[in-house]
């Protein structure tokens, strides 16, 4: 059997350590107080009276590929650092990196096992965090920078982003819930919580598609690849069918993208019971601009979910920097509608892209945790300018929408998650803050007539 561990290394160890589920809310209102600490309280009947009273729809904007040192670094009051360490303990000042470069950074499981450098028995476990540059096969060719994982996005094409943080939540303990850094479990873990074991990405049609000839293998408990593969078509219960059985409305807007990766960007392509269903055509909605036109008409399912396209999606290699503009432009679509007040949005990274990171990740179980992603909480509810340090991850939102509309766990890491509900950094008994709508390069228009980009925005 081959083993993940691929590389063997000594080098000098971060003392850097997550801490599990506490939380240090420092808000930045009114030229940059700082309140409070203490660890995430559980809910209370009040609580989840008020959260029902208050929201009736959840939106969930994904987005690709970056860690939070990468996206957010120098964030007032976040946990970011400006430098890291490679295998032989030199350190590394980060560069800026823009968003539209046109190469890209290896993100799979191996990526993460060599960037982790971990010390445990068990690959990707106990990471020192200085492996970066040894991920290999950087997709740059001459135009290569000088190691390039380290880097970060300059802050004039990031400041839609900190203006979402500095008015509404940070979370900057949020982690993907699957480790190996493959966008297509990713997005598995958005609506299901899990990827049946699955691990990296599938040997053919990414999804139902393929018939029974794609497949994708399978993780040991062990974190090792089994040999056994699986159909890429998953059968495990969807929050899809949860809402369905519930009697809730549900739409996931992406772009129709068919063939090797088309389960990249809609992730019901791989969920069998969507795709061979009506759901297919009723609830998963191309292309992702109609979101605009279903609003203006007054129309907001109870669950969204909301994929960009290559252009629009943060991923490097795509030659783009309208990413942050795509995104102010849902969430003032969202703030100028009369669902404002009754929404909560999550906004979020679906994984690391390969990117420098310097916070190690917990492990919790054979699939996870993976590197540390950026989370954005916008509410009407939200104490403004929050950073939170509650330990998040893929789960969460999903639980989030399970407490919200009475939905059972799906897996492992809804199970065990922390539920943003009880987060200090919202209120849902407040009075609903008004909207301010987030400076960008780029409105709605311009997303309404830009054209449609039908490239696969990643291949793993």
């Not at 350190?91 to 096992?113: G, M, N, R, V």
């Not at 990827?195 to 393929?210: D, H, L, M, Q, R």
């Not at 061979?276 to 969204?304: C, E, H, R």
Request: glycine fraction near 10%.
């Amino acid at each position: 059997m081959r083993s993940l561990h691929t590389i063997g290394r000594t080098a000098m160890i971060l003392a850097v350590v997550s801490t599990f589920g506490v939380l240090l809310c420092a808000c930045y209102a009114n030229g940059g107080s700082t309140a409070g600490a203490g660890t995430i309280p559980t809910s209370t009947q009040p609580a989840r009276d008020a959260l029902r009273k208050k929201v009736k729809h959840v939106v969930i904007i994904v987005q690709e590929n970056r860690s939070f040192d990468n996206l957010f670094q120098g964030f007032p009051g976040a946990d970011t650092q400006s430098y890291g360490y490679n295998e032989s303990g030199e350190k590394i000042t980060l560069q800026q990196i823009p968003l539209e470069t046109d190469w890209d950074l290896p993100h799979d499981s191996y990526a993460f096992i060599t960037a982790c450098d971990g010390t445990g028995s068990i690959p990707g476990t106990d990471c020192k965090m200085d492996g970066f540059d040894e991920e290999g096969g950087f997709y740059c060719g001459y135009s290569c920078p000088s190691n390039p994982p380290y880097g970060y996005v300059p802050h004039t094409e990031t400041m839609p982003y900190f203006d979402m943080g500095e008015q509404y939540v940070l979370a900057d303990r949020m982690f993907a819930s699957n480790f190996d850094e493959s966008s297509f479990i990713s997005h598995q873990y958005i609506i299901a919580a899990q990827a049946e074991a699955s691990f990296n990405f599938p040997y053919g049609a990414w999804g139902c598609e393929g018939g029974p000839s794609d497949q994708i293998e399978t993780l040991t408990k062990d974190r090792e690849p089994s040999g056994n593969y699986i159909a890429a078509c998953y059968t495990d219960n969807s929050l899809g069918e949860e809402l369905d059985d519930a009697g809730k409305s549900w739409r996931y807007y992406t772009t129709a993208v068919y063939g090797s990766t088309g389960g990249l960007w809609s992730a019901y392509q791989a969920n069998s019971y969507v795709y061979n269903g009506p759901d297919w055509s009723k609830n998963v909605i191309t292309p992702q601009t109609q979101f605009f036109t279903d609003l203006s008409n007054g129309y907001l399912a109870d669950m969204t979910w909301i994929t960009p396209t290559c252009a629009n999606s943060d991923h490097a290699g795509c030659g783009s920097n309208t990413g942050p503009a795509w995104v102010a432009s849902l969430v003032n679509a969202i703030g100028s509608s009369k669902f404002w007040k009754t929404t909560m949005i999550f906004i979020f990274w679906d994984d690391p892209g390969g990117w420098y990171e310097h916070v190690p990740p917990k492990y919790l179980d054979y699939d996870g945790l993976g590197m540390r992603i950026p989370l954005l909480m916008i509410s009407p509810y939200a104490k403004v300018g929050c950073i939170t340090h509650v330990h998040y991850e893929h789960g969460s939102m999903l639980k989030f929408v399970e407490k919200r509309f009475g939905l059972a766990a799906l897996s492992a890491s809804d199970a065990r998650a922390n539920d943003p509900a009880n987060d200090p950094c919202l209120d849902f008994s407040q009075t609903p803050r008004t909207f301010t709508s987030i400076p960008a390069a780029h409105d709605k228009a311009f997303f309404m007539h830009q054209p449609l980009d039908l490239r696969p925005v990643d291949t793993n």
